[in-house]
């Protein structure tokens, strides 16, 4: 079957750096996409990885291994706008669509 | 700088209603599609579409149709809503062909059911 699994929830603190793992079970693979969704607003992309290794754009980098069906969101410097959900989802290579992890509640603390 | 209008941001319907959701985005994206997000859930898939007239069923169609007769216009109809129905709606839009074909989201519809 079809699985994205990410925590549930997790508390940094201010300036700190926080890493958001994912890990999936699909019966193609076509792309990996990081979203995120502050309270009451839609997604925003973050980050796309088709290759393994890593991405990095400011102060958000993406990690990817197909291999071992995982990838992690690595937040650095952290600040208070960034609590929000983490959304991972992984494109099917045979439809083209796009299966969702449930989401991560990041919580920042000062 | 809105890019994908969802037309109401909350909605409160009774059972049997019928409810119409309309999404309008100004980027001249080909494919269109209709998610519902609810609490512990991952965002699901009701409709999509490719073109304009065109529509394929998504993960879970069942109880929603949808109309696509212009290419900025993407509608989702509940013929008859229950309260199971209860969610937030997302409509997003992407271009077509190869690459990331990133997914650009309204910004929800908040739909009660009662």
């Known amino acids: 079957g079809q699985n994205i699994d990410q925590p549930t929830e997790m508390t940094a603190t201010e300036g700190a750096i926080v890493q958001i793992n994912c890990t999936y079970q699909?019966?193609?693979?076509?792309?990996l996409f990081w979203y995120q969704q502050h309270a009451g607003e839609a997604p925003t992309f973050l980050s796309y990885?088709?290759l393994d290794g890593l991405e990095e754009k400011g102060r958000f980098s993406s990690f990817l291994s197909r291999s071992k069906g995982y990838s992690y969101l690595l937040l650095k410097e952290l600040q208070m706008k960034d609590s929000a959900s983490y959304l991972c989802?992984?494109?099917?290579?045979?439809?083209?669509?796009?299966?969702w992890g449930a989401g991560t509640k990041l919580i920042i603390k000062p | 700088d809105v890019k994908v209008t969802q037309s109401s941001r909350y909605l409160v319907k009774r059972t049997g209603e019928k409810v119409f959701l309309e999404c309008v985005q100004d980027?001249?994206?080909?494919?269109m599609f209709w998610y519902r997000q609810d609490p512990g859930l991952g965002l699901r898939l009701i409709y999509f579409s490719y073109d304009v007239k065109m529509k394929e069923k998504g993960d879970i169609p069942e109880g929603y149709s949808v109309s696509r007769e212009k290419k900025e216009r993407f509608s989702l109809i509940l013929e008859s809503a229950s309260t199971n129905q209860t969610s937030m709606y997302l409509c997003a839009s992407s271009f077509q062909g190869n690459g990331a074909n990133v997914l650009t989201f309204g910004a929800g519809s908040r739909l009660t059911v009662l």
């Open positions: 990885n088709v």
């Open positions: 980027m001249d994206h080909e494919n």
């Open positions: 699909t019966s193609g693979f076509n792309g």
């Open positions: 989802a992984v494109r099917d290579e045979s439809n083209y669509q796009l299966i």
